[in-house]
């Protein structure tokens, strides 16, 4: 079987400014794409880039804030998305994207993967924003749990925490993901983050048991926040790639340098993993569990078709007739 080289973005955002962040996603495509890459992933909400002020601002200091980061949100059907569309197409290459999506009044913690003709293949929300994130973010149906066919392979997107709940997983797994993206807003060092849970380490864990458990390549990109690059070169942690049993098959990089992580995958290996532990065939029990997932779209109001208006005279001295 044919590799598949990938990548994982691991660069810094234009923090909250979008169309100066759509330049360089725009930019990062153009350099994946010119190392032979089939497909690119970027971190969850890429996109302006993560609100981390939500955990450590009150709510009054948090308010300029939040109208900033709602304007330099972006809509699907808008021009930054179209923009990125166009480049996935010019460089033949599919992009998986995170991004603040706005939609109307609300904001919502969304990803894309988009092909490499420019079509978007699959929209989906992060099911349920993590704890703070919730005051800011709306959550979603389970219409977008969805493992898609590509010519690359069954792939498949999820971010942050949803990495943790063992449904959604399982969700995934029982369609038969083969490439997967995990989306995180960082990689913090384990001594940095606010909670141990939090950390780095905690989100690499969460990706290489997601490998594990699912028989899966997990491609993991990286957000750097502000300073990083300029503190301790050559330690923390980088973007990567697990392999299905759990190693690492990326190149090394530097974890405080921007640039591109790549891995070659063979598909192959997806198989060898699933001969020995298929956790919705052979290993599995459904005589004993089964699970019920509803991926109904949901709308909060069902308003049928538009109203037809009645005419209008268009001589306003008209008397009206009599019944």
Known sequence: MASIRVAAVQAEPAWFDLAAST???????????AGGVAL???PETWLPGYPGFMWFQNVPEQLPMIAHYRANSAEVGGPEIAAIRAAAAEHQIMVVLGFSERDHGSLY???????NDGEILLHRRKLKPTHVERALFGESDGSGLQVIETALGRLGALNCWEHMQPLVKFAMYAQHEQLHVAGWPGL???????????????????SRSYAL???????????????????DPGHGLSAVVFG????TVSEAVDPRVEGIVYADLDLAGVALAK???????????????????????????????????????????????PA
């Open 23 to 33: 330049e360089k996603t725009i930019a990062l495509i153009a350099q994946a794409a």
């Open 244 to 247: 299905p049993d759990g190693e």
């Open 275 to 321: 001969a020995f532990a298929d956790p919705v065939g052979h290993y599995s029990r459904p005589d004993l569990f089964t699970v019920s997932i509803d991926r109904t779209a949901r709308r909060v109001a069902d308003l049928g078709p538009d109203p037809v208006p009645e005419p209008i005279p268009s001589d306003l001295s008209a008397e009206p007739q």
């Open 188 to 206: 913090a060092d384990d001594g940095e983050a606010l909670l141990p849970q939090l950390s780095g380490g905690a989100c690499l864990a969460l």
């Open 109 to 115: 913690m969304a990803q894309l993967i988009i092909g």
């Open 213 to 231: 458990e699912g028989s899966c390549f997990v491609i993991v990109p990286k957000m750097l926040q502000p300073g990083e690059a300029d503190r």
């Open 40 to 42: 690119v992933a970027f």
